[in-house]
C-alpha cells in the first residue's frame, strides 16, 4: 500500500460511504453492504462531538446499527487515520477501472436513465443516489423506480408516483446552483397486452420512461413480439429496456434471452424514436451483441444505462461503455451523450 494513501485523512461517514460504494460497484455482499450504509445514516444523526467522545469511551458500538467493523472504521477515521478496512479495498483493486476498453466512450457519457433507489426495490435513499452520481460527474441521473404492477419490486402506485414528485422537484430545487439535474422517471412495466403499467396522465408528467418487460419472459416469440410493438408504439415510451430479460450471471442464476422478432421491434424503435437499451449489469449484459449490432443497422439509437440499485452501481456505465464502443456504437447514436436540454427536447417534445 502506497504510504501516501495510508496518510490520507478521511471524514468518518466518508469512509463509511466509500467502503459501501467500492463493494457495491465489485458485488459485495449484500448484507455487509447494508451494514456500512446503516452506520453512515447513523452518523448524518450524531453530533461530531458525540462520535468523538463515544471513540474515547470505547461506546460507539451503543449507537444503532453501529457494530464492531463500523465501529473500527468511525473509529480510526476521527483519529486521523485511514480505516484499515477502506485501506483493504483499495489495495485489493476494487477501486481500480471495472473493465478494459470503453474509457474513450465512458468520457462522453453525461447521465444515466435507469436507475431505483429505495422507494421501490433499491437499497438506498433518492438523496444518496444523487450524491453518488454527482461524485462521478454526471451530469444527469434520471430516477426510474417500478410501476404498480410490479409488487415483488414495491413498485409504485400512482398515488407513491405523485409523492416521489414532489420529492424529486424539491431535490431540484435544492440543487439549482449545481451542474446536476435529477429527473422524473419510471420504469414502467410492459403489461401482457402492450399497454403502459402507469396512468397516462403520469407518465405525461415524467422527464423520462423506460418500458421494459418484467413477467411471462418464456411466452411465445409472436406473443412477446406484438406486446413489445405496443409499447414501443406507445408515444411516451422513451427507451425500451433490457430487451432481452436475460440474465447470464448473479445471485439470480441464468435465464435465456425471451424469443421475440428482434427486426420488427428495433424498426419500430426507430421509426418512433424510441432508444434501445444497452444495459451495463454484468449480470444482464442485455441486449446480446448481434442484437445491438442488428438496431445499430436499424438506424435506432441507444441508451447506455446501469439500471442501478445501489449507488455503487452507478459506476457500470464502464461496462455498458465497453460493449457498445467494441461494437462500433457512435456517440452521436447515444442519448446519454446528450446535454440535459437535448435530451429533453427529445424525450418530451413540445
Known amino acids: 500500500m502506497p504510504k501516501s494513501l495510508r496518510e490520507q485523512p478521511i471524514e468518518p461517514i466518508d469512509a463509511l460511504r466509500r467502503i459501501a460504494f467500492l463493494m457495491e460497484r465489485t458485488r459485495g455482499q449484500t448484507r455487509r453492504i447494508e451494514a456500512f450504509r446503516k452506520a453512515a445514516a447513523t452518523l448524518v444523526r450524531t453530533p461530531r462531538d458525540e462520535l468523538e467522545q463515544r471513540a474515547t469511551a470505547g461506546t460507539l458500538t451503543d449507537l444503532p446499527a453501529i457494530g464492531a467493523s463500523t465501529g473500527k472504521v468511525i473509529a480510526q477515521a476521527l483519529a486521523g487515520r485511514r480505516p484499515d478496512y477502506l485501506l483493504d479495498l483499495e489495495s485489493s483493486g476494487a477501486a481500480e477501472p471495472l473493465v478494459e476498453g470503453g474509457q474513450a466512450l465512458l468520457a462522453q457519457l453525461r447521465g444515466d436513465l435507469h436507475a431505483h433507489s429505495d422507494w421501490s426495490d433499491g437499497g438506498s435513499p433518492i438523496e444518496e443516489m444523487v450524491a453518488t452520481a454527482m461524485e ?56 401482457d397486452d402492450g399497454t403502459l403499467d402507469q396512468e397516462p396522465e403520469l407518465l405525461d408528467r415524467l422527464d423520462v420512461v423506460v418500458a421494459s418487460v418484467h413477467s411471462k419472459l418464456r411466452s411465445p416469440a409472436e406473443v412477446m413480439t406484438k406486446r413489445m410493438l405496443g409499447a414501443v408504439r406507445n408515444p411516451r415510451t422513451n427507451v425500451l429496456g433490457h430487451c432481452t430479460g436475460r440474465l447470464v450471471e448473479g445471485a439470480r442464476g441464468t435465464r435465456p434471452p425471451s424469443s421475440f422478432d428482434a427486426r420488427a421491434v428495433f424498426t419500430a424503435c ?52 465497453a460493449r457498445a464502443q467494441r461494437l462500433g456504437v457512435p456517440a452521436e447514436r447515444i442519448i446519454t451523450t446528450w446535454e440535459r436540454d437535448r435530451l429533453l427536447d427529445w424525450t418530451r417534445p413540445a
Open 136 to 191: 462521478l460527474g454526471r451530469e444527469y441521473l434520471a430516477l426510474t423506480d417500478h410501476s404498480r404492477g410490479l409488487r415483488v419490486a414495491n413498485g409504485l402506485s400512482p398515488q407513491r408516483l405523485e409523492q416521489q414528485l414532489q420529492v424529486v422537484a424539491a431535490i431540484d430545487a435544492h440543487l439549482r446552483d449545481q451542474p446536476f439535474t435529477l429527473l422524473s422517471g419510471i420504469e414502467v412495466d410492459i403489461l
Open 270 to 321: 426507430a421509426e418512433h424514436d424510441v432508444a434501445v437499451e444497452i444495459n451495463s449489469r454484468p449480470e444482464r449484459c442485455d441486449p446480446p451483441d448481434e442484437l445491438i449490432t442488428l438496431a445499430l443497422e436499424l438506424g435506432c439509437l441507444f441508451s447506455i444505462d446501469t439500471d442501478s440499485h445501489a449507488p455503487g452501481q452507478l459506476d457500470f456505465l464502464a461496462y455498458g461503455a
